[in-house]
């Protein structure tokens, strides 16, 4: 079955760096595009990034543009999340979602980043 | 960027009644790039209607997605315990591809 697990969260301070990795498994990742999306606590849903299957095309919300890099490996099954100069804003839960084409089908269950001095 | 606005931003009915869910557009989105995601507390968001009104896998058919343009509708026939969750629209149309702040379903 799909399964999609984040890790690399933590507590870290205002203007450092933190990555985040999703494996993922049950399923052909090289075939799908893939995407991040983040919930700060007891807010709603916010998209963050996405890249292609093949790397191609990456896009990012303007909230994080310049600042985080989405990537992957494609022989590891693994999608990244390079947040560089976090700020106290981009405290939340980041999920990396699976896409379909015409939506996000499958996500994980997320990992928690934290920005706090 | 295309702005989802949705209402009602909670909503309180009993089991068994039916729920509306509305989910505007800043500009006009393509039907086929219009989904409703269903989160409930501590839980991953799951799909639930893609392409406007095509269910996802296993969802029951109580859940009814309809809409074109700027306007968009989830209904919630007989709603049963374990719909009242957060709901969330999300356009796919253009990036960043924007959710709506979502609707509260609560029980009365």
């Known amino acids: 079955q799909v399964q999609l697990v984040e890790s690399g969260g933590g507590v870290v301070q205002p203007g450092r760096s933190l990555r985040l990795s999703c494996a993922a498994s049950g399923f052909t990742f090289s075939s799908h595009t893939m995407h991040w999306v983040r919930q700060a606590p007891g807010k709603g849903l916010e998209w963050v990034a996405v890249?292609?299957?093949?790397?191609?095309?990456?896009y990012y919300a303007d909230s994080v543009k310049g600042r985080f890099t989405i990537s992957r490996d494609n022989s590891k099954n693994t999608l990244y999340l390079q947040m560089n100069s976090l700020r106290v804003e981009d405290t939340a839960v980041y999920y990396c979602a699976r896409d379909m084409g015409v939506a996000t089908d499958y996500w994980g269950q997320g990992s928690l980043v934290t920005v706090s001095s | 960027e295309i702005v989802l606005t949705q209402s009602p931003g909670t909503l309180s009915l009993s089991p068994g009644e039916g729920a509306t869910l509305s989910c505007r557009a800043s500009q006009s989105v393509s039907r086929s790039y219009l989904a409703w995601y269903q989160q409930k507390p501590g839980q991953a968001p799951r799909l639930l209607i893609y392409g406007t009104s095509t269910r996802a896998t296993a969802i029951p058919d109580r859940f009814i997605g309809s809409g074109s343009g700027t306007d968009f509708t989830l209904t919630i026939s007989r709603l049963e315990p374990e719909d009242f969750a957060v709901y969330y629209c999300?356009?796919?149309?253009?990036?960043?591809?924007?959710f709506g702040q979502g609707t509260k379903l609560e029980i009365k």
């Open positions: 999300q356009q796919y149309d253009t990036s960043p591809y924007t």
């Open positions: 890249e292609s299957y093949a790397g191609s095309n990456k």
